[in-house]
């Protein structure tokens, strides 16, 4: 039997810094949520066999869960933290998963992520003995500042990337990870609490992580330039 795969939105938070009533995953975009444009994004590569939506329960019925035939789940499960709302639907599957089955974990309100480098990091890290996650080299120059203000020295940013999601591991023991370190701020930082490395794999500028209004219309032109692509090819 060949391993699974499945992937988990953590859409649980409140998007405070966001500053709208309605958390951010909820915001619309192009006329749909946010959460609508990630669940998308997944849907794009078959091997994603199914989505878990791990959810407050006020929003259990914010979408059309019927309207992907089955291919896409709510869970009400979120906790206080993301890394508590990944957990939380980690044990949820506990019936449903084996150990070495795949979970995709991405962030509800990256509604940009591509099919090009989704299926990049599907295809890097299926036989990978650790797994991995989309990340970016970091192009701007880096300052550390100091407690005055000012720049205390420039850091060298030849070996620094910027994660983005989807990050992706073996059930078991991204599970064991993310109970000996619940306060991760992402499944990669979890990993590499217990030793491992996890593998970089080349994600896209485009895939951003929309966190205040301002970054809407950023999302909303890395929507169009996906969608020429897709008619261009």
Partial sequence: MTDRCVAILPAGGTGSRFGTERPKQFTLLCGQPLLFHAI??????????????????????????EAWQGRVHPVS???????????????HLASELAPSDWVLVHDAARPCLSRLALTRLLDAVWEDAVGGLLA??????LKLAASTGRVAHTVDRRQLWAAQTPQMFR???????????????DEASAMEA???HPLLVL????????????????????LGVH???QETT
């Fill in 40 to 65: 998308q994004a997944l849907l794009q590569d078959v091997r994603v066999q199914a989505i878990y939506v791990a959810l407050s329960p006020e929003y259990q019925d914010f979408l059309d869960w």
């Fill in 194 to 196: 217990l030793g491992y």
């Fill in 203 to 222: 994600g896209d500028p485009l895939n951003i992580k929309v966190t205040f209004p301002e970054d809407r219309l950023l999302a909303q032109l890395g």
């Fill in 77 to 91: 499960c979120a906790g206080k933290t993301r890394s508590a709302t990944v957990g939380n639907a980690l044990n």
């Fill in 171 to 185: 059930y078991g023991v991204l599970r064991q990870a993310l109970q000996g370190l619940p306060e991760a701020t």
């Fill in 136 to 141: 970016v080299p970091v192009a701007d120059t």
């Fill in 227 to 229: 969608q020429a692509r």
